[in-house]
């Protein structure tokens, strides 16, 4: 007999709410359903009714920790509607805030993740150091978690060479700190057991249930929109695309931390052969662009994230639309979590499971209505699905 057991939409393992209905048979996960849509604030709505330059300090909301990705993603998008193109030091810069963002989401995830283990030690190490990335950070931007710092046709702010000098002392910090954590990982018993054949996902159902960034990677496959899809100096920085092959949770733990490896070169790389000249383009602060669409994608520390936008020439998009990292990996996590051909998942496995995707739930819900009697589905504004909620209610009453 088979009972359900629901975790969330609030709980301990996930600070954002989020639903599991798990149908277990003992201890033994045989069914789940995830449910995400308890936030949605509406941004690619609100993206239509403000002028370029005042979304993109929206699209940084989207994800606080991914605020560089996401405002790279945008205005690659809106420089490709004006056929304009950053400065080569423009990119170079992008590129050194990005992978300071793309550790500093490593950090954060790896002291999280093993915090959900029962790690707690191990959580503030890894949070601890990812303070000084946050320091850099504002130490480039201006800001520590929100950076501002990409603007429409380059950057905002320049490097200084004093800046240079500390960024260059903290990435030697990062990385013999970031040896000694992968050394008490593969030898701490605990953390193997909780890791090792737990959350398996095989290469051939990654690729069909459309997963993408590290935990893509960690089922060993090799692609990477740096690599595949080069953007802002992507293809004059050498960096290798990391994988593993046992595609469990402890593959998701060994391709972040080899990441951030790479990240550290990369850096070191861009400030080598950094390009001298501007930094910015002198573009208007409200201006229009030309009809057309335009299709951006970065791979932000989660993976694969698009931008798409539509112009009809006025001083705003006609419609935007937003693809996150997390909308596409959430699929694999009912697959992960149900016990099949002898694979055994149980209910202690889920925040193992959970937490290996980096889930962000609030750039994840999306407001989808379903007309059964016309046997079509269709994409409603917020506005829309409120309308017609009231409209019901008040058939009911």
């Not at 030898?187 to 893509?216: C, F, M, N, Y």
């Amino acid at each position: 007999m088979s009972f359900e057991i629901s975790i969330g939409p609030q709980h301990p393992i996930h600070v954002e709410p989020l639903m599991l209905r798990l149908s277990v048979e003992g201890e033994l996960i045989v069914d789940v359903d995830v449910d995400v849509s308890y936030i949605h604030r509406g941004i690619e709505k609100a993206l239509e009714a403000r002028p370029y330059i005042q979304g993109l300090y929206l699209v940084e909301r989207i994800c606080g920790i991914c605020n560089a990705a996401h405002s790279l993603c945008y205005c690659l998008n809106v420089e490709q509607l004006l056929g304009k193109e950053a400065p080569p030091r423009a990119k170079y810069l992008r590129i050194v805030v990005e992978e300071l963002s793309r550790i500093h989401s490593h950090l954060l995830w790896l002291g999280h993740y093993f915090h959900t283990l029962g790690f707690e030690t191990l959580f503030m190490y890894f949070w601890r150091d990812r303070e000084r990335i946050m320091d850099m950070l504002e130490l480039i931007t201006g800001n520590r978690v929100t950076t501002s710092y990409n603007t429409i046709g380059g950057v905002r702010r320049d490097l200084t060479p004093e800046a240079e000098q500390r960024l260059r002392r903290t990435l030697d910090y990062i990385e013999e700190r970031m040896r000694y954590y992968e050394k008490v990982i593969d030898s701490e018993p605990t953390i193997l057991a909780r890791t090792q054949g737990v959350g398996i996902l095989k290469p051939s159902d990654a690729v069909r249930l459309g997963v993408v960034g590290p935990h893509l990677r960690a089922s060993g496959v090799k692609h990477d929109v740096r690599l595949d899809d080069p953007y802002s100096g992507h293809d004059e920085i050498p960096f290798n695309v990391i994988t593993w092959d046992t595609c469990d949770c402890y593959a998701r733990v060994k391709v972040r931390i080899r990441e951030v490896y790479e990240s550290v070169n990369m850096i070191r790389y861009a400030l080598d052969h950094m390009p001298s000249g501007d930094y910015r383009l002198k573009i208007p602060p409200f201006f229009k662009a030309p009809p057309g669409e335009s299709l951006s994608r970065v791979e932000a520390p989660r993976g694969e994230l698009v931008h798409y936008s539509i112009s009809d020439g006025g001083d705003r998009p006609y419609r935007y639309k937003v693809r996150t990292p997390t909308l596409a990996n959430l699929l694999s996590v009912v697959e992960m979590l149900r016990s099949r051909d002898g694979y055994e998942v149980y209910i202690a496995d889920v925040p193992a499971i959970l937490g290996g995707i980096d889930p962000c739930i609030c750039c994840s819900a999306r407001v989808m209505v379903t007309d059964e009697a016309r046997r079509r589905r269709t994409i409603m504004t917020l506005e829309d699905v409120i309308k017609i909620s009231r409209e019901r209610g008040a058939k009911r009453r």
